[in-house]
């Protein structure tokens, strides 16, 4: 089984989250590639995608939504699982009921599921308006990615792609 693992993230974080999620599935004996969306990795070759991107005032990058929309009838030939990282702080903000719209980017892709995790913030990577906007809705700078979660959670994907005994 081959497994393509590709993110977009802004600051590097949602990164980070794919070759966490890429080391779990590849533990379960699949093949992995992790892969910046940024990239345009090509899909040919891979039974089985995961895709994620950074969450930015409730919408997926522009990066990943384009690369949905140039490739969905590709993603929706074969299992696809989405993931999210966005929300900061104690108590998450934004919720995870507002946190992000991927009803359509499920819908184009046929995913099996999206997950939202919580993200990383950190200001000496925001820009100027990223600062303001951070500072407006009093989102607390730290670390709240829960890496148990993540990596549980592609776990829970490389056993489903595994081949039934």
């Known amino acids: 089984m081959r497994v393509l693992v590709a993110a977009a993230s802004k600051h590097g974080s949602t990164h980070e989250m794919a070759e966490a ?33 950074a969450v930015y005032v409730g919408h997926w990058v522009e990066q990943a939504r384009r690369f949905v929309e140039d490739h969905h009838l590709e993603l929706a030939d074969r299992p696809v699982w989405l993931f999210s990282s966005g929300p900061v702080g104690a108590p998450l903000k934004p919720d995870d009921v507002h946190a992000v719209d991927a009803a359509g980017i499920v819908e184009a892709t046929g995913a099996r599921e999206h997950r939202l995790f919580a993200g990383r913030l950190d200001p000496s990577r925001l820009g100027f ?37």
């Open 129 to 165: 308006g990223e600062r303001a906007l951070m500072r407006a809705v009093r989102a607390a700078e730290g670390d709240y990615r829960e890496w148990d979660e993540i990596r549980g959670w592609a776990t829970d994907i490389g056993k489903a792609l595994r081949p039934a005994p």
């Open 21 to 53: 999620i890429g080391e779990a599935i590849a533990r379960t004996g699949a093949q992995v590639t992790v892969a910046r969306l940024e990239d345009g990795p090509d899909l040919s070759g891979y039974d089985a995608v995961v895709l994620g991107s």
